[in-house]
């Protein structure tokens, strides 16, 4: 009963959303918001095998890829930053000054230096992602108890068993929530880095339809758009909930112990 209540919970305001969208546009004349119903049959004729696999897997690869990463570079650096207090005062303003250009004003430099291939849509994602991964992680760190690191050197824990038995665990929420921060930056960079310069991928594709005037074809890729992300967050959260079920079990217990 409790699994289905969460997926009600889940489901039930983006399906009153459809239902809602469904009867106020049934009907309507205007060009540029067609039906709901004309939008799904486009969905279903645009959308098929071959074009998922010519728009949408490039689109998703790319995303993995600057995803992965930005994650790699983004934890690395947080860490060594978090431990060092000498290092972050150092890149503390340098990160800031980064931290508050947008990824998007950066796509024609990046298009000068690494051309309109993947390499460049790859870069503009990893840009974008990188920083919250890096502070979150960088606030984990620095947040780790100093109790549980004195007991961990009195019981001769040092170097990487360290880092990998009582640093990053005791990071890990924070860590997480920068993955979960990057992870909607990461698919709204996809799409914009792919409707600068592309020949396929889903953004790419979107753009040509609103060129060509194909209303609904345009509105069936942003509403694919939107169940990609939402699928993407889904699985974030499964695995976030599995890899931090120790998270968890802790605060339920405070919360009785309270």
Known sequence: MGVLKKVLLALGLPILLFVGWFVLSDGSENF????????????????????????VAPSLLRLFAGYLLAALIGIGLGVAIGLNRR????????????????????????????????????????????????LNTVEGVRAVDGVVLDTARAYGVTGPARLTLVILPSASPQIAAGLRQALSIAIILMV???????????????????????????????????????????????????????????RAAQRRAG
């Open 87 to 134: 290092l972050r005062a150092v890149l503390e303003p340098v990160l800031e000054f980064f931290r508050a250009i947008p990824p998007p004003v950066l796509v024609p430099v990046i298009m000068l230096f690494a051309g309109i291939g993947d390499g460049m849509k790859v870069i503009v994602i990893v840009f974008g992602c990188v920083w919250p991964i890096l």
């Open 192 to 250: 914009i880095s792919e409707m600068f310069a592309a020949s396929n991928g889903l953004g790419f594709t979107i753009v040509q339809f609103q060129r060509s005037f194909a209303i609904p074809e345009m509105w069936s890729g942003i509403i694919l758009l939107g169940l990609l992300g939402f699928a993407l967050s889904l699985l974030f959260r499964l695995a976030e909930r599995r890899a931090l079920r120790w998270y968890e079990g802790l």
């Open 32 to 55: 540029y918001s067609p039906p709901l119903r004309t939008i799904l049959t486009a969905f279903t004729d645009t959308w098929q095998p071959d074009r998922l696999r010519a728009d």
